[in-house]
């Protein structure tokens, strides 16, 4: 679920620029190595912790965009029943209240404006629903609250975006995390105006 209108921290329009972010292969990296279970390391009690080199690159987009925070995440936090067993069941993510405690006490940079609604789509004769692709689920949350010419970059370790999508997509490899030069793009990105396609070659509507 996304926040309603009374939950939002601030005023959409207080944000020139949108960033959806992930934090599997984004923040956290997985080295392509024999070894441990990432999860049974380097926690705490919202989970797996961030790599400090992939926040401070957030940190500087943050800094020279001023993008608000969507959470388009999956993740879920270790251990988190355990704290608060009332929690609905769903990815802790989706649940605003504990993603921004957990900004909150790591001190991670910018402010986590909404997270993308989960979507489930069920098809004529199927028993089991599955997840919509989560590109459709930034266009809705876009299309929610009228932001869709508002710039925005999808920083995310995997492609299940829109096509309409891909100009303002940066895809992360998993071993890495966000990288200094993956920041810069998004920069870029975020400080181009998005354009009708009438607009694009000079037509008018």
Not at 103 to 120: C, E, F, K
Request: a negative charge; one cysteine or more.
């Amino acid at each position: 679920m996304s926040l309603s209108s009374v939950d939002m921290v601030a005023d959409l329009k207080d944000y020139s620029c949108f960033l959806f972010l992930d934090f599997d292969g984004v923040l956290i990296r997985y080295p392509d190595t024999p070894g441990p279970d990432p999860y049974d390391e380097a926690c705490d009690e919202h989970g797996l912790l961030f790599q400090p080199e992939c926040v401070n690159h957030l940190e500087w987009l943050i800094k020279e965009s001023g993008a608000g925070i969507v959470l388009s995440a999956t993740w879920r936090g270790r251990d988190l029943r355990q704290h608060y067993p009332a929690l609905p069941d769903q990815d802790w993510c989706d649940h605003p209240f504990f993603a921004r405690e957990m900004w909150a006490y790591r001190n991670l940079p910018g402010t986590i404006v909404d997270s993308t609604p989960r979507v489930s789509i069920s098809l004529p004769r199927k028993r089991d629903a599955f997840l919509a692709p989560r590109g459709l689920e930034i266009k809705m949350w876009q299309e929610q609250y009228g932001v869709e010419r508002t710039p925005y970059v999808i920083i995310d370790d995997e492609n299940d975006m829109l096509r309409e999508q891909q100009n303002r997509f940066v895809q992360t490899d998993t071993r890495y995390g966000l990288t200094r030069e993956q920041a810069q793009r998004a920069l870029t990105m975020l400080r181009t105006p998005i354009l009708w396609p009438w607009e694009e070659d000079g037509r008018t509507k």
